[in-house]
C-alpha cells in the first residue's frame, strides 16, 4: 500500500479540449456547445496585467463540469472531469485487454525524459505495491473513467487489430448507442469495476494514448480534512462529443473557451479553485487549437514535479505561494505534519519587493493577482497574468 495515502487520496483528472467550427454561445446557458470571442472589460493600470481587449478569439473550448452544492470537496466548484482512484484501474485485467496492442511496463506511452523530480505518484514503482499496471497508465484510464461517469463521454478506441496507438493530434472518438452507455453510466458509478466490463462489452480499451502527461497539484495542507494528489493530464478532440451532467456530483456542464471561463469568474458566474484558474490561464497562452495540440504533442515527454501550493498570511492579504518562488521552501512537507504555512507582519508588496525570483498568487481586496517572472520547467507553458476579482467561496 502507498503509504503516502494516510495523508491524502490519488485522483487523476482531464483537461478535455475540442476543436470548435464556427459556433458561439450563449453565455447564459449551462450547457454549451461552442465558443464566442470573450467580452472586454477595463484596463487595469498596472503592468501586470493584460486587457481583454488584447485577447485573441479562441478556436476552441474546454470542458468543465459544476460540483454539487452537496459536494463535500468544492462544492459549487467548476472543475475538470476526473476523481479518485480505484483499485480496479490497477487491476491486472487491464493487461489482457491491452494485450494485443502492448503490454507492461510501459504500455507503448513513450518514456518521460524527467526522472529525478517527476510526480511521485506517476514515477513510483507500483509493483513494490502489488501491482503490474504502472501509475501513469492506471491514472490515465481513472479520469477516462471518471469523466464517463460524470460527462458520459467515453475516450476510448476500438479493440481491432488495425487500432493506432499514437495520438499527435485531436482524437476522433468512435460512436457507441447513446442509451447502451446511459444503461452502463450508473453501473460504472456505482462500482469502478464494471468500467472493465464496459469496455469489454463495448469491444474497445481506453485510449491512454490520448491523455498527455500535463501537471500534478496536491492539495495544501491547511485542507486536512480532504486532501488529494491529483494528476492532470490533457486531450484534443477534434469535435465536441454529446455531453451530460451526471445529476449527482455534477449538475451542469459548459463547454467555452479559456478566457470565457476567467471571464465568467470575473462576472460572478463561476467558481473554481486556483489550481483550475492557474491552468486556464496557462492555455490562455495558446488560443490556436492548432498550436495547442503542436504543444501538447511536443512537451509529452517532458513530464512534471509536484506541486504543493503554500500559504503566506501578510499584514494586507495572503499569498500562495509555488515551487520556484524565493520564498518556497527548499524541502516542503508534504503530508503536513510540520507547519509549512506562513506568517509575516508585513505587507504582500513588502514581502514581493524583498524578493527576486517570484511565483505566487496574492489576495488582497477582493483581487487576486499571479506574479511570475521565472521561466516554467520541463517546458511547459507560463500563465497569461491578470487581475481576478475574488469570489466569494474563497
Not at 500500500?1 to 470548435?20: F, H, P, Q
Not at 493584460?50 to 452544492?69: G, I, K, N, T
Not at 492532470?232 to 473557451?257: A, K, R
Not at 524578493?355 to 481586496?365: A, G, K
Request: with cysteine; charged share 20%; hydrophobic share 35%.
Amino acid at each position: 500500500m502507498n503509504r503516502d495515502l494516510k495523508y491524502w487520496k490519488e485522483a487523476a483528472t482531464v483537461i478535455l479540449t475540442s476543436g470548435i467550427r464556427n459556433c458561439f454561445v450563449d453565455k447564459g446557458s449551462t450547457s454549451t456547445q461552442g465558443c464566442q470571442p470573450p467580452h472586454s472589460v477595463s484596463k487595469q493600470e498596472t503592468d501586470v496585467i493584460h486587457s481583454w481587449l488584447e485577447m485573441p478569439v479562441f478556436d476552441y473550448a474546454v470542458l468543465m463540469l459544476q460540483r454539487s452544492a452537496k459536494s463535500s470537496f468544492l462544492p459549487h466548484a467548476q472543475v475538470f472531469p476526473g476523481g479518485t482512484v480505484s483499485s480496479s484501474d490497477f487491476s491486472s485485467e487491464w493487461i489482457q485487454m491491452f494485450q494485443p496492442f502492448c503490454k507492461p511496463p510501459n504500455f507503448k506511452l513513450g518514456t518521460v525524459r524527467q526522472t529525478s523530480k517527476r510526480a511521485p505518484t506517476l514515477a513510483m514503482d507500483r509493483r513494490k505495491l502489488g501491482s503490474e499496471i504502472p501509475g501513469e497508465v492506471a491514472f490515465r484510464i481513472c479520469a477516462i473513467r471518471e469523466t464517463f461517469e460524470e460527462s458520459g463521454i467515453l475516450l476510448v478506441k476500438p479493440n481491432t487489430p488495425e487500432t493506432c496507438l499514437s495520438s499527435q493530434g485531436a482524437i476522433k472518438l468512435p460512436q457507441y448507442d447513446q442509451k447502451e452507455l446511459a444503461n452502463w453510466k450508473p453501473l460504472v458509478q456505482k462500482n469502478a469495476a464494471n468500467f472493465i466490463k464496459l469496455c469489454k462489452q463495448l469491444d474497445c480499451i481506453p485510449n491512454i494514448w490520448a491523455l498527455k502527461e500535463w501537471s500534478n497539484w496536491l492539495t495544501p495542507t491547511y485542507m486536512k480534512r480532504k486532501r488529494f494528489d491529483t494528476a492532470f493530464f490533457i486531450c484534443c478532440l477534434q469535435e465536441i462529443p454529446f455531453t451530460m451532467q451526471d445529476g449527482h456530483e455534477t449538475v451542469s456542464y459548459n463547454w467555452m473557451s479559456p478566457s470565457d471561463f476567467i471571464e465568467g469568474y470575473n462576472l460572478g458566474k463561476f467558481y473554481f479553485a486556483p489550481p483550475q484558474w492557474y491552468e486556464l490561464s496557462r492555455l490562455c497562452q495558446l488560443p490556436r487549437f492548432q498550436d495547442l495540440q503542436q504543444f501538447c504533442h511536443h512537451r509529452a515527454l517532458e513530464g512534471c514535479e509536484r506541486w504543493l501550493p503554500i500559504h503566506l498570511l501578510a499584514s494586507d492579504g495572503y499569498a500562495i505561494l509555488y515551487p520556484g518562488d524565493e520564498l518556497y521552501p527548499e524541502d516542503p512537507d508534504y503530508t503536513g505534519e510540520k507547519e509549512m504555512n506562513f506568517t509575516s507582519s508585513k505587507t504582500l508588496e513588502q514581502l514581493r519587493l524583498e524578493v527576486t525570483r517570484l511565483h505566487r498568487m496574492e489576495l488582497r481586496d477582493q483581487y487576486f493577482t499571479l506574479y511570475v517572472n521565472i521561466e516554467p520547467q520541463y517546458k511547459h507553458l507560463k500563465p497569461l497574468i491578470m487581475n481576478t476579482i475574488v469570489s466569494s467561496h474563497l
